[in-house]
């Protein structure tokens, strides 16, 4: 594809991405109309603030028409992991437990909370992907692929689908004093690192086996959250999952979180290159640990598109001095 037509074409995708994301201007609380105001997905005061330098952080983002499609950009604070989500009044009320007091990591609806702002994220990502391809559809524009489009909004419904259904089990628990999840709690040595996401515990390769066998999609995928930031001098590193799924989410959720030292932050290294994207970092972590070594990231993307088995670990330590080394000698092996 030459330059000029990448250009025409992210030109025409942009302009759909915000008409899109301006099509979503209510509140996501249920029965709730009242106009959505930016939210941030970790509360900028306390969590997001112990990274920003000169009002900026750095955050990860995919530009889908560049060369490397993930990219890191600076951010301002008040910008950085947020999106439209709740009304003021919801958004003040909902999480004052979190955000108004200090945080008392023993209580279930407070480590709830944190996973509902992280879930609402990816529901309006998922939003804007199918409004923006619907708006590309109608306008039948022939510089895209029509069929593709529409193909790539159905399974995006059906993720859409998915996520509304963990939305309801959480807020059922919010309300009724419920305990549908399972959530463990780690203090970890401070790292300039702020996650919030979830993912398929699910490998590709098992959905896969499972579409050949019963000639559909698996219904209901195991979610595994991950939540880490820094807080009084630590990093909080908290995951969960639905205790329905705790026979065969609990060893493995274990198996990380209560891994120690160098091999646990190589696994939370995995989890940031393979399964996750929603995060933000410092600028001078950046400047120091990711710049020189940015293209790899969309090359652990690319990688993770073809990875057939995504609970594999590989041994990389984005947080350790022998990264450089570990990130290319990966590469090398995976090729």
Known sequence: MDDKLRIEIAKHWQAAKLKSIQQINSCFYPNCNKNSINSHILQKNGILSELEEDGHVFQMEIDPFATDRHIFKKT?????FSFKCFCAQHDTNLFAPIEQKVIDFSLYKNLLLFTLRAKYNEKFR??????????LINEKCNLFDIRDLYFRNQQEKIGLIDIEKTEKLILNDLRN????????????ELIPLCLASFYNFETTQELANYRRIYGKDKENVTDIFITVFPYKGKSKF???YKKK????????????IKEKGNKQLSKLTNLLLFQCETWITSCSFYNSNIKKYEKFFSYAADFSNRNLNERKFFK?????????????????NVG
Not at 317 to 323: E, G, I, M, R
């Open 316 to 332: 990389i330590n984005l947080f350790s001095n022998a990264f450089p080394n570990d990130i290319i000698q990966w590469k090398k």
């Open 126 to 135: 998922k939003m804007v992907n199918i409004n923006l391809r619907e708006i």
């Open 245 to 256: 799924d705790s026979k065969i989410a609990k060893p493995y959720v274990n198996s990380i």
């Open 76 to 80: 301002g604070i008040k910008k950085a």
């Open 238 to 240: 908290i995951m969960a």
């Open 177 to 188: 004093d419920a305990e549908s999840f399972v959530f463990e709690v780690k203090d970890i």
